[in-house]
């Protein structure tokens, strides 16, 4: 990753990026076990008809039988790549000016929704259970005025720090602070694919903000 100025649609060429996070790949185990689950047992089923252990199913119908686990473990394998693929191209990020949740639906199905820093009322993040607790990672809901929905961003790491720069950024964009001055101003400037970063320089190195970008001493 070394271009995140051009990281979702309608990005603007000067638009840094504060928050890139997708949920935490822990959180994808849960699913990944109950598909091992299903193909081993189907698996372990076919072999047990192949070597004539299921005495109690009529040996007529064990290739028939045979045939539609190879096929249940086919739909299986393609919907959990599906899964997969949907998993981790859930996106959300925070620019100098808005927040923007790139949501994955089905294969080919994207959906985008954005949100100025205007507009967000509240910021909190929780980490719930012995799992979010050890690895840190957890949920943040953004409050909206009027009538936008809610952003639920679901099962990433650091939500405590991404809570902080957000409200951050949020705090800056009510007292109309220009966007080109818009920075986090605690020590943690960004959070990229889970990783607290500190050094504006490092922001410079993986394309979340241009190298001419004057909000740092680079």
Known sequence: MNDLRHAFPGQETDEPVFIFVRPYWLAFVPTALIFIFL??????????????????????IWPSLILILGVF????????MISVFDFYYDIVLATDREL??????????RRVARLNLEDVEDV???TQGFFQSTFNYGGVEIQTAGETRNFIIANIKQPAVVEAIISDLAAQAKSSIPEPKRSPEGSAKAVIEGKVITN??????????????HRFDL
């Open 39 to 60: 193909i081993a047992v189907s698996l372990l089923t076919q072999f047990s008809i192949a070597g004539g252990n299921l005495d109690f199913v009529p040996s007529d």
């Open 100 to 109: 923007v949740d790139i949501d994955q639906e089905q294969l080919f199905f």
């Open 200 to 213: 504006p320089a490092d922001l410079a190195t993986l394309g979340a903000i241009d190298v001419d970008d």
């Open 124 to 126: 909190t993040s929780t």
């Open 73 to 80: 473990q086919l739909i299986a394998i393609v919907v959990f």
